[in-house]
């Protein structure tokens, strides 16, 4: 079955800095790249989404890449900042048994050190 | 527009007992996902109902199912319970596979 893996597993910067999350997906029809972030005691909520017909994507000081040839994609984050602590899910669709469904990466704990 | 509603918030129950867990899908939203979130593993998929029916279903035993209502809410059931079952569950609705998945506060449930 599909299978996403996400690394590192955590990361820890200086604010201002910026991120790298990395991803890999392993079926080659997936065609939609969601990424969500979830702070500590709160609900996963999307911060980015990348299909698989566009190549980069960005929204202020974040971005995603998506290389479809070798299956993965990344999330950057430029000046990160304090609030941008968090842990963030990469997320990648499969084609199941009967439809779509969104397979997760294990996930990434950013801390943004002040 | 209210979002994505799950019930209840927190449960504790013994080995060997069944729950039952809530999620109510943003209206309009006709699927809905179930994910098991643990430290360390991440959101593990369970299954997904679109219109009162399972689309997908994860690597998880038949103790673990579900439902899905003509309203589109649905409910998740465990029986059998284990120590390891343990989790917070989190429901997530989407129009489809390809479009956002708002997800839930989830249901923090321990199995003691």
């Known amino acids: 079955g599909e299978n996403v893996e996400q690394h590192p597993s955590t990361l820890s910067v200086q604010e201002g800095d910026s991120a790298v999350i990395k991803c890999t997906y392993s079926?080659?029809?997936?065609?939609?790249f969601p990424w969500y972030k979830q702070e500590l005691g709160k609900r996963p909520q999307l911060i980015i989404d990348i299909r698989s017909n566009v190549g980069e994507k960005k929204d202020q000081r974040i971005a995603v890449t998506l290389n479809k040839t070798a299956k993965h994609f990344s999330l950057h984050i430029t000046e990160t900042q304090p609030e941008d602590s968090a842990v963030y899910f990469c997320?990648?669709?499969?084609?199941?048994?009967?439809?779509?469904?969104?397979?997760f990466g294990k996930g990434m704990k950013l801390t943004v050190n002040p | 527009k209210a979002g994505v509603t799950q019930t209840p918030r927190y449960l504790i129950k013994t080995r060997g007992q069944q729950v039952t867990l809530s999620c109510s899908p943003i209206s309009g939203h006709r699927s809905v996902s179930w994910y098991q979130q643990t430290p360390g593993q991440g959101l593990q998929f369970l299954f997904e109902?679109?219109?009162?029916?399972?689309?997908n279903k994860g690597n998880f035993p038949g103790r673990f199912s579900g439902r899905q209502f003509s309203n589109s809410r649905s409910e998740m059931n465990v029986s059998t319970l284990e120590l390891g079952d343990s989790a917070l569950y989190l429901c997530?609705?989407?129009?489809?596979?390809?479009?956002?998945?708002?997800f839930g506060q989830g249901t923090r449930l321990t199995v003691v």
């Open positions: 109902y679109f219109s009162e029916t399972q689309r």
């Open positions: 997530a609705s989407s129009r489809d596979a390809r479009t956002e998945a708002f």
């Open positions: 079926d080659s029809a997936s065609n939609y």
């Open positions: 997320a990648a669709t499969s084609r199941g048994a009967g439809s779509e469904k969104l397979v």
